[in-house]
T-cell receptor, first 112, second 117 residues
């Protein structure tokens, strides 16, 4: 079993839709939870991060962490064609090993 | 303000050939990482360097070697390339140990697309 599981998609939605992207994990030591966005043929770039449980909002994006269920989500409101990309969740812990564990990524396409 | 720069961007190798992927960061970070990205597998850590002069194995180190040349540069070497090493390779650099952001934002290069035939 992988430490982090993420549905690879692809996920196609119409412009303006609310998008929900999710990851589950098995390691209860994870404390930092991140979402990266990766455009085609580019390197990943950090979109949002949260520490421990709770919600964080940044514009049209909301990240949620439920540590009791080992489940994290990213919501995109009023989705735009420019949001079309692969979204990777990533997690890390204060273990001294500097390891970021990534999900496989979900490919999202927002149709105009 | 380049951030993380990788060279080359593309490379085709024959089985058994060797090559070195170069990575440089201009953010004065201590830590640097090498990942490979394969369809359905996500990003997998090959090697990392927590600080200048140190390197450690990640999840998939077999077939690779690394050198932390100085604080700026971290190279990845394939001594005898195999088709299984066909992948996209990313170098990444987080801010560094001791900062809260060490556990969050890793700055990535643009990637090297390597094909081994």
């Amino acid at each position: 079993q992988k430490e982090v599981e993420q549905d690879p998609g692809p996920l196609s939605v119409p412009e303006g839709a609310i998008v929900s992207l999710n990851c589950t994990y098995s390691n209860s030591a994870f404390q930092y939870f991140m979402w990266y966005r990766q455009y085609s043929r580019k390197g990943p770039e950090l979109l949002m991060y949260t520490y421990s449980s709770g919600n964080k909002e940044d514009g049209r994006f909301t990240a949620q962490v439920d540590k009791s269920s080992k489940y994290i989500s990213l919501f995109i409101r009023d989705s735009q064609p420019s949001d079309s990309a692969t979204y990777l969740c990533a997690m890390s812990s204060i273990s001294g090993t500097y390891k970021y564990i990534f999900g496989t990524g979900t490919r999202l396409k927002v149709l105009a | 303000n380049a951030g993380v720069t990788q060279t080359p961007k593309f490379q085709v190798l024959k089985t058994g050939q060797s090559m070195t992927l170069q990575c440089a960061q201009d953010m004065n970070h201590n830590s640097m990482y090498w990942y490979r990205q394969d369809p359905g597998m996500g990003l997998r850590l090959i090697y990392y360097s927590a600080s200048e002069g140190t390197t450690d194995k990640g999840e998939v180190p077999n077939g690779y070697n690394v050198s932390r040349l100085n604080k700026r540069e971290f190279s990845l070497r394939l001594e005898s390339a195999a088709p299984s090493q066909t992948s996209v390779y990313f170098c990444a650099s987080p801010p560094g140990w001791g900062s809260r952001t060490v556990y969050t934002e890793a700055f990535f290069g643009q990637g090297t697309r390597l094909t081994v035939v």
